[in-house]
């Protein structure tokens, strides 16, 4: 009686040891790939990038060679802010204005404060246009505009 009782204790035992071994394995996997995933996410994140920055050149270079470019770098932030209400707001999403770290003076040309601010004016321009544009049929149903995810009271 001993010997089987000792018999299924050992059993009992190499098939505890086992089922750790194989727990381990799977978290080892389950790791991997989660990594893996954020790897792929980050990819897919910085491709979305690159696409947006390109639609955003080629909208911009149709503007300008269809001659709809209504808000061009020239223009100061004030004037830009009259065309349109929401024009600050666009203005903000892009970190020109609206915050104390990118706080710029109306007199400033649009390009010399994106260029302050580090950014790039095709974008600023193509969103600024669009907004210009809501109404036309040549905004596609899928554009978004970029807006702040703050709201501004003035």
Known sequence: MIYI???VGLTALFF???????AKDLRE????????IYDLRADMHRAA?????AMMQLKFDMLRQTGELKVSGDMTVDEV????PQAAEVLAAHHIGGCASCAVDGSTRLDQAV???AGQ???????LNSLLDEGSDRVVAGDRLRTPNVQLSM
């Open 5 to 7: 009782a000792l018999l």
């Open 49 to 53: 990038e690159a696409h947006q920055k």
């Open 115 to 117: 260029a302050a601010n």
């Open 29 to 36: 996997r389950v790791a991997r790939l989660n990594s893996q």
């Open 81 to 84: 802010t009259l065309l349109h």
């Open 121 to 127: 004016l095709e974008p600023v321009l193509v969103a």
């Open 16 to 22: 505890a040891w086992r089922s750790n071994r194989a």
